[in-house]
């Protein structure tokens, strides 16, 4: 089946700092969602988006809808130890209706 | 509270003695799908279902039974549990269609299969 490559699979930075992660499909996909996931929890919704070259902000995150529809990124500036956690990517595929694709996650770790 | 609620958050079981895992949405949401997440895998479906008595297979559909027989209710079979499908499982929920995805989880089930 279709495939997302998320990277990278993980980070460790130090509190303060900005952190990237994207993710790239070698299809076109209608939309592209970002999730966190908690130790011992379901992933949560952080952003959503669904139009080409969409740059949509939540707080100190910033997510971006690339223009070919093949990508995205995610951005986390003056990081915090709460931010700590699995990052999943999501995206659905054009022409279906509801399933998504995930990507395998970004660890990330932050040092106080 | 909006929420998608799973029962039980843990449950360890023996080999081929049938269990079933519920899903519970109060949404109204037409999507549901269930899906496990293992290290260094992510999350792989399992099976889906786009309304009431529509069903359809994911990625690792062996060894899971689904129903939906009611909108809110989706839930997971293992008609014969093994070892393999120890895992974390996820229950979702979302609206069908472009103009919404957002996939709604339930906090996790952890099985164990000895």
């Known amino acids: 089946g279709q495939q997302l490559n998320q990277s990278p699979q993980s980070m460790f930075i130090q509190e303060g700092e900005d952190v990237s992660m994207n993710c790239t499909s070698s299809?076109?996909?209608?939309?592209w969602l970002w999730y966190k996931q908690d130790p011992g929890e379901g992933p949560v919704l952080l952003i959503a988006?669904?139009?080409?070259?969409e740059l949509t902000s939540n707080g100190r995150l910033t997510a971006q809808f690339g223009i070919t529809r093949k990508d995205s990124f995610l951005n986390i500036s003056a990081s915090i130890p709460s931010d700590v956690g699995i990052y999943f990517c999501?995206?659905?595929?054009?022409?279906?209706?509801?399933?998504?694709?995930f990507g395998k996650g970004t660890k990330l770790s932050v040092k106080p | 509270e909006a929420q998608v609620t799973q029962n039980p958050r843990y449950l360890i079981t023996v080999t081929g003695k049938k269990l079933t895992v519920t899903c519970s949405q109060n949404?109204?949401?037409?999507?549901m799908s269930w899906y496990r997440q293992d290290p260094g895998l992510g999350l792989r479906q399992i099976y889906y279902?786009?309304?009431?008595?529509?069903?359809d297979k994911g990625d690792v559909p062996e060894g899971y039974k689904v129903s939906r027989k009611e909108k809110r209710n989706f839930p997971l079979i293992l008609e014969s549990p093994s070892p393999n499908q120890t895992s974390l499982y996820f229950c979702?929920?979302?609206?069908?269609?472009?103009?919404?995805?957002?996939?709604?989880f339930g906090q996790g089930t952890r099985l164990t299969v000895v």
């Open positions: 999501a995206g659905q595929p054009g022409g279906s209706q509801g399933n998504l694709i």
């Open positions: 949404m109204n949401h037409e999507y």
């Open positions: 979702a929920s979302s609206w069908v269609g472009r103009g919404n995805t957002e996939a709604f």
């Open positions: 988006l669904y139009k080409a070259g």
């Open positions: 299809s076109i996909f209608n939309t």
């Open positions: 279902s786009m309304n009431v008595e529509v069903t």
